[in-house]
C-alpha cells in the first residue's frame, strides 16, 4: 500500500530536476500524476517513466493554460487532492539590485510568484471539491538568509511564496485545505551543476557555509513533499519546511 494511494497530483515543473524526481517517487507510493512542464517533450518523457501519469503543457504564468491544466486533470482522473507547485526559473541575468533589468525582474516573477498563485487560484477549488487536501508550493531557503551573490528577483519571489503560503494556509485550514512551503536548500540539478561547473570556485565559497558539506540530492528533497502530499502531515499547514541540511541554522560550520 502506497502512501499516497488514491491521490491525484497535479506537478508543475515536472520535465526535469526535482519535478521530474516528485513524480517517479509519487507515483510509486501510488499517485495519479498530471506531469505539467512548459516543455511538452520532456513532461511526455517524464509521464512515459512514471506509473499512472499523463503529459501536460502549461505555461504558469498564463492564467488560461493553468486553469486548462487543472480541466485536464478533473477530466482524466476526477478530480485534484495534491497541488505541487514546483515550476520556476532562476535565469543568469537575475543578479544584484544594481545590475537586475527589469525584463529580468519581472520574467522571474511572473513564473515565481504569479505562477504560484495562479496555480492556487485555479487548484483550490478542486481540492475544496475533493473535501480537501494539500498544497505544496516550492520557496527557497534563499527566502529565509541572505546572500551577498545576490539574485534579488529569485530570492524576492521565493519570499513572496512564503507569505502567499502563510495566509492561504490560514483561510483554508477549516476547509480541510493544507498549505505548506517547501524550501529547499542547494540542490544537485542539472542547472546549478552547469552553474557551478563554470567557476569552481564558486563552488568552493558557498560549500564553506554548508554543514553538511554537499548538495542535497533530488530524492531527499522531494522525500519531504512526499510528506507533505500524504495524510502523514494531516496536521501541518502554514509551514516554512527547511530541507537544507542545516544551512539555515549555520553560524560558523565545520572546518
Partial sequence: ??????????????????????????GEEGARICVADVNLEAAADTARATRDAFAQQVDVADEQSVAAMMRATKERHGGIDVLYNNAGIS?????????TSVEAWDRVQDVNTKGVFLCCK???PYLLERGGGSVINVA???????????????????????????????????????VNALCPGPVET?????????????????RTHWPTGRLAKPREIVNGALFLASDESSYVTGTTFLVDGGLTAAYVTPE
Avoid at 190 to 206: H, K, S, T, V
Fill in 91 to 99: 535565469p543568469a541575468d537575475d543578479a544584484s539590485v544594481l545590475d
Fill in 190 to 206: 542539472p542547472l546549478l551543476l552547469n552553474i557551478f561547473g563554470d567557476d569552481p570556485a564558486a563552488l568552493e565559497r558557498r
Fill in 122 to 124: 485555479h487548484g483550490i
Fill in 140 to 178: 527557497s531557503f534563499v527566502a529565509i538568509v541572505g546572500a551577498a551573490t545576490s539574485q534579488i528577483s529569485y530570492t524576492a519571489s521565493k519570499g513572496a511564496v512564503l507569505s502567499m503560503t502563510r495566509e492561504l494556509a490560514v483561510q483554508f485550514a477549516r476547509r480541510n485545505v493544507r
Fill in 1 to 26: 500500500m502506497g502512501r499516497l494511494d488514491g491521490k491525484v497530483c497535479v506537478i508543475t515543473g515536472a520535465g526535469g530536476g526535482m519535478g521530474r524526481e516528485a513524480a517517479f517517487l509519487f
